[in-house]
């Protein structure tokens, strides 16, 4: 394992029992029980280390050609604060990124918040904000509509 593996966070495989359990209670998951919850592509899963929060981040390509590198599942059953979380993942993300492919991809990291599947909240997304992410717009294209995209800071946020 990668020095990355230091703290609450820990790597482990697109397999693992525990975060396809998560998977399976999220609202993105297409196929629950499946062996795999991730898309193909160059990818790390991560499960904190009490097993109540799941966090996978994918480099693929989208479906028009374009480079993507997605966070494709946050879940977090208690694990500590959301916000605090994501932020440390998102570190965490980037550092193993570097280390291990050799370079961070050339384009952003994000993700999508369905609005209409989290529970009913002021703000949806509301724990990405507060690690500082951006909201940089709503879906469209080849990104279902209506779903919050968020982009990750470019630099640490600790």
């Not at 951006?134 to 279902?144: A, D, E, M, P």
Request: glycine share 8%.
């Amino acid at each position: 394992m990668l020095i990355v593996d230091a703290g609450r966070w820990h790597v482990v495989k697109k397999s693992n029992a525990q975060a396809r359990a998560l998977a399976d209670r999220h609202y993105s998951r297409q196929t629950q029980g499946a062996r795999d919850f991730l898309p193909p592509g160059r990818s790390l899963t991560m499960l904190t280390d009490d097993g109540l929060a799941v966090w996978a981040a994918v480099e693929n390509l989208d479906p028009t050609g374009h480079p993507h590198w997605r966070v494709t599942i946050f879940r977090n059953e208690g694990a500590g604060l959301s916000s605090v979380l994501i932020r440390e993942a998102t570190e965490r993300t980037k550092i193993y990124w570097e280390r291990h492919y050799k370079g961070l991809p050339a384009c952003p990291l994000r993700t999508e918040v369905d609005a209409t599947a989290v529970r009913t909240k002021r703000d949806p997304g509301r724990c990405f904000l507060r690690a500082g992410w951006t909201l940089i717009g709503k879906g469209r294209g080849h990104v279902r509509r209506g779903l919050l995209i968020f982009e990750s800071p470019v630099e640490p946020t600790t």
